[in-house]
């Protein structure tokens, strides 16, 4: 089993290995801010700030996986080998820093597209609020608190 560190190490590289330094820092700052999210889903799951349940939270992050569309993920953090760098931003997000870009963001996703859609997740609990390299960033509505 994996310790909180290297469960970051491995979903950081894993998510945005290919992103640069600054989106590898956005996305484990989305993860840290679910991780302290004082409403909503997250605040519930996070358990007063459980790292592993956010990451392990079913249907979150398809690198949290080994079975997507029901076959084998070869792309999951068991399989991955991070490097000094993905521990290098682990032990950042650990330290209580968080990419000021990112902002309050919950979500991200690669759209593989240049624009990014305005809301996600689709049921219109997130906001765009930016796009760092190729993902989208999302901070929460009002609706937000609600789920």
């Known amino acids: 089993m994996f310790d909180d560190r290297d469960l970051l190490a491995r979903i950081i ?39 592993r349940n956010i990451i392990m939270q079913k249907g979150q992050f398809n690198c949290a996986t080994d079975i997507l569309g029901g076959k084998y993920n070869s792309q999951n953090i068991y399989n991955m080998n991070p490097e000094e760098i993905h521990y290098q931003i682990a032990d950042w997000v650990l330290s209580g820093n968080r990419l000021s870009d990112a902002g309050e963001s919950l979500w991200f ?39």
């Open 13 to 51: 590289m894993c998510e945005a290995g290919g992103e640069g330094d600054n989106g590898m820092r956005a996305v484990a700052s989305v993860i840290m801010n679910r991780v302290n999210s004082s409403t909503g889903e997250y605040f519930r799951v996070s358990e007063g700030g459980n790292i």
């Open 109 to 147: 996703m690669n759209p593989f597209k240049i624009i990014c859609p305005q809301e996600f997740p689709y049921n219109g609990t997130g906001r765009l609020h930016t796009k760092i390299v190729n993902h989208c960033f999302f901070v929460p509505t009002s609706l937000y608190n609600d789920t």
